[in-house]
């Protein structure tokens, strides 16, 4: 039964703003594409495109071409996106950790992206590359209030420029590449969202900032939602849930994976590019657990910095994701988040949406576009 008592934030970032304030996260390689960040968006959300590696699934994609090739497929992928969006809020997840991530963020913009959501790694110079595309709204991923206040700082100062957004995503539960040093402070309790939103929610109020926090990490339902809202957050983030729909880009046999993960197979690893990952325990991660190195040479230097490039230690993490996604069970990397062993079943984006907002009274209002 809708009791409907629960007032929806508005949630309104740069020019942009979606019916809901419910976000789909980025989720790379190709487990966030056009028709997942589509059918968000087209539902009321933001749909998220993840802007990694998307130039791998092409033929006689190369260590010289990577960039063009990740740029072109991009751009492709976004001008889909917005299609199926019908005029709902589309936004690109580029990772400041990537060789090509000016490329991406420019390309982006040019392709009409609605916003830039920006993490692994600090985005500290996301408002000079995007200085000629004013309406592209900026919203940069942090898991502390230290991180956003080095941001926040830098592009007063730099750029006169405030965040459109921040999200908060919670390495203790959040899925993919995580914001800690190392596997250990991943699960430090300071990190935890109910201690760094509202901490972040006071420093903003502090400086007189309207800037619009978005909680992620282990948000599953309308009462996890209800409560990022009372911590002072006005929007959220999901992963693994959209991951697990029917309009999810990645295969069958990934999707099954999340349906048949029990909460023992989710497991901690540091990744190639130094930092930790959430993922189900699959035979690749267990060989990769048991110090067996993988054989895979490296194609492309898709990572600034990449153990398995420069040391030839752990593995090809594109090889891997790019094996996930296609539902390679024996030789890919299925990021997921911590709750992923309750997906029991594949929903419709349209269905797992009606969930999410149970209980909440719905705004009465106002197209879904793009304002
Ligand atoms: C399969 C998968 C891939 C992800 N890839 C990315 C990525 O490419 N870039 C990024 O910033 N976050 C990535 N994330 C994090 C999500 O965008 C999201 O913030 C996070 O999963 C929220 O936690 P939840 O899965 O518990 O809902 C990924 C998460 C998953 C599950």
Redesign the pocket.
Known sequence: MINKEKELPVLKIGKHQPKYPIVQ????VM?SGPNLAGAVAAEGGIGTL?S?GLGVLTEGYNSRNFAERNSMMLKKYIKQAKDLAKGGVVAV?C?CALCDYESLVVSSCEAGADIIVS??GLPLKLPELTESFSDVALVP?VSSVKAANIIINRWKKHYDRYPDGIVV?TPN?????LGARDIEQVSNPELALKVVVPALFEYLKEKELDIPIIA????WDSNDISEAFSMGARGV?????F?ATVEGDSSDRYKQAYIDAKEEDVVLIDSPCGLPGRAINSPMVKRFLAGIQERTPCKTPCLTHCLCRTKHETFCIADALVNAYKGDWENGLF?????VSKVTSIMKVKDLMHELLEGFKMPDFIPTSTC
């Open positions: 996260g980025g989720m790379g487990i993840a990694v997840n990772m993490g692994a991923i995503e539960t959040a899925g993919g590449h992620a990490g282990g948000i983030q999901l992963g693994t849930r991951a990021f997921c988040g911590s709750n």
